[in-house]
């Protein structure tokens, strides 16, 4: 059944490519490599995928998340719909894959659903990630009937009192019953969309019900269950979200009781080349570690994507991680090469 689906969901998103597409992503990697070959930051594509955060607001209080804890430094708010057409249309001949979400609850910006059918009639693979709560039927069938291709709910546990130790104000039934909504919405309109995946991050209070999230996934006829491991900020002195199972750990105990990541990524960053995220208000981050967005590129209200992208404080960025990665304080906490997904 998840072969079967992730087949299908593969095939939907290789239909969305376009020649001209394809030729940008050929770039990026050709970029890539040259620069780290060369050691000469040199960028000749736009960006393959991106995140853009329809809003900060969030209904829940997730102990590691700047959203949940109300903790940003930068400004809050949701998006406008004339900043993400600026964007899309500045990138609809180049993006292949669009995550509407980085903090926040995506489905509490009121142009949410105009947002996904704008990319979808461009030919952009589209997901996104909610906890589930506002996936009433009427939201469940707007979903569906928008175009959305990919569908992430996370869901940390199989009671509620597992589930609320991580997802603080949050209820599991209300989860279950947005997943039976978004599920059922879709065989009511015979579509093959979305692709919808339980994401169960995995912190030590839930790991003991791993096996019970594949059953309930199966349950409710999801297609993918994926596992996520935890990013924790103060993880050095360890914490008591991190798994016991290192399997499911970006952070490895040390013979003293304290943590290090697992496996720390070299001085040269892929995401730097590929991707990048818009805030709500416009700005351009290049990294989802980026969460309160200090290294601000510059914003699409001032200026085009393409001159921010391509732009010399960006390559400077870029050309900083070859040459000294661990100077930069996002990248300390970086596990992209310890993340877990099984």
Partial sequence: MEFLSSYKDGINFISKLTPSKILNGMKVVGSYYRSRWTGNVSHQGLPVSMSVEPTTSCNLRCPECPSGLRSFT?????????TYKALIEELKG??????????????????????????????????????????????????????????????????????????????????????????????????????IIFQ??????????IEDIKKLAKELQVDKVAFKSAQIYNYKNGSPLIPLNE??????????SSYKLKSEPDDSCWKMWHSCVMTWDGKIVPCCFDKDAHHNMGSINDKSFKNIWHSEPYDNFRTQLFESRNQIEMCKNCSEASKVWV
Avoid: C, W
Wanted: glycine residues 6%.
């Fill in 74 to 82: 930068r400004d809050t708010g949701a998006l406008t719909i004339d």
């Fill in 94 to 195: 180049q993006l292949t894959y669009l995550l509407l979400y980085f903090q926040g609850e995506p489905y509490l910006n009121k142009n949410f659903f105009e947002m996904i059918e704008i990319a979808s009639k461009n030919k952009i693979y589209t997901a996104t990630s909610t906890n589930a709560h506002y996936l009433t039927t009427v939201n469940a069938e707007k979903t569906v009937k928008s175009g959305i291709d990919r569908v992430i709910i996370s869901i940390d546990g199989t009671t509620q009192e597992v589930y609320q130790q991580y997802r603080v104000g949050g209820k599991l039934d209300k989860v279950i019953e947005g997943t039976k909504n978004l599920v059922n919405a879709r065989k009511a309109l015979k579509s093959k969309t979305p692709f």
């Fill in 200 to 209: 169960f991050l995995v912190v030590r209070p839930n790991e003991h019900q």
């Fill in 247 to 256: 399997k499911y750990s970006r952070y490895k105990k040390q013979n003293d």
